[in-house]
């Protein structure tokens, strides 16, 4: 072999991964907790589908164990894990724009997201993210749907949001929610339920299967489904990992995400399903809203929120587009 050619050989087995090199996952949320397949039973599946068609290994390391979610993401945009199951509202902290798709009553259901999220501007939007962070997005998931307002009072209009202390978190809920008369307080997650037992706060905002999983059905005795706002996550791989493997290994990656992001929607569709009957069957009442007055949440809440995103995110014609294409989606 000519020096060349041997030194070009060289490098490509440099540059190649050895076989059997390992797909590392952190994981928020322990391994048996009931209600949450959606979310650990996509990543499990996202390995199954890995393991039988590659050499490489994916290791799923649940419970917080490698940290929290904003360290978890640091860690995968170093490269020290390859993979982490953050949702919409860490990545805003490295990815502004990403809070357009959380403007309140931007999408009117489900599938509609799903529609807007694989389409054109959800591909946009992950490209985006690859070049500014690092990060390649092979997807969106579903965090447990829609966010819905629950209290120990009935909550139909606006006006019931008068002189309530709920507990949101960034922005895009605290000022829609200040905007309708509430005070806001950002009661982090694990002092949720002794906050609301104790009176600090009155209230919150979470998808169902959450408001189950920490037990609020103990403490809030009505649940209004105002379905305010879409909980989502990017499934996001480490650009440069994903990007050393061979081609047909990436195809393979991008195959098994496909597989469980399809595993993640239909399994949150029926978990919201079953987390609803359940939360009656504790004692709360659930009250159905109307669309007229869903339609009074969103004159409320949408106008102060939007005002505040193109303020503050990186593209304001971003904004434009999402709304844009969430009615092309309809």
Do not use: C
């Amino acid at each position: 072999m000519t020096r060349p050619l041997a030194m070009a050989a060289l490098l490509a087995a440099l540059a190649a991964p050895a076989a059997g090199q390992t797909i590392k996952v952190g994981l928020s949320l322990p391994e048996t907790l009931p209600g949450f397949d959606f979310v650990n039973g996509m990543y499990k599946l996202f390995k199954a589908e890995v393991e039988a068609n590659s050499d490489l290994k994916v290791d799923l390391v649940f419970g917080s164990a490698l940290g929290s979610p904003a360290d978890r993401l640091t860690q995968m945009r170093r490269g020290i894990i390859q993979m982490s199951d953050n949702s919409e509202g860490t990545y805003a902290a490295i990815y502004p724009d990403i809070q357009v798709l959380q403007t309140p009553y931007l999408f009117p259901d489900e599938r509609t997201a799903w529609k807007v999220l694989d389409g054109p501007f959800g591909q946009e939007m992950a490209e985006d993210i690859r070049r500014k962070t690092g990060i390649r997005v092979l997807g969106w998931w579903e965090s447990g749907g829609f966010k819905h307002f629950s209290a120990n009072r009935p909550i139909t209009s606006p006006a019931d949001m008068k002189g309530l202390k709920m507990r949101v978190l960034g922005p895009l809920a605290t000022i829609p929610v200040e905007a309708m008369g509430a005070s806001a307080a950002p009661v982090p997650f694990n002092e949720l339920y002794t906050a609301l037992r104790t009176g600090v706060v009155d209230g919150q905002d979470n998808a169902i299967a959450v408001f189950n999983l920490v037990k609020l059905y103990e403490v809030q005795s009505h649940l209004s489904l105002t379905r305010h706002t879409y909980a989502f996550g990017p499934l996001g791989i480490n650009d440069a990992f994903f990007s050393s493997l061979p081609e047909e290994t990436q195809r393979v990656i991008e195959r098994a995400a496909a597989r469980a992001i399809a595993f993640n929607r239909e399994t949150s569709r029926a978990v919201e399903a079953e987390a609803l009957d359940f939360a009656r069957r504790q004692g709360v009442e659930v009250i159905e809203l109307t669309d007229a007055q869903r339609a009074a949440f969103r004159d409320a809440m949408q106008p102060p929120a939007l005002e505040w995103l193109r303020a503050n995110i990186d593209t304001p014609a971003r904004l434009d587009a999402a709304i844009a294409a969430v009615a092309a989606a309809r």
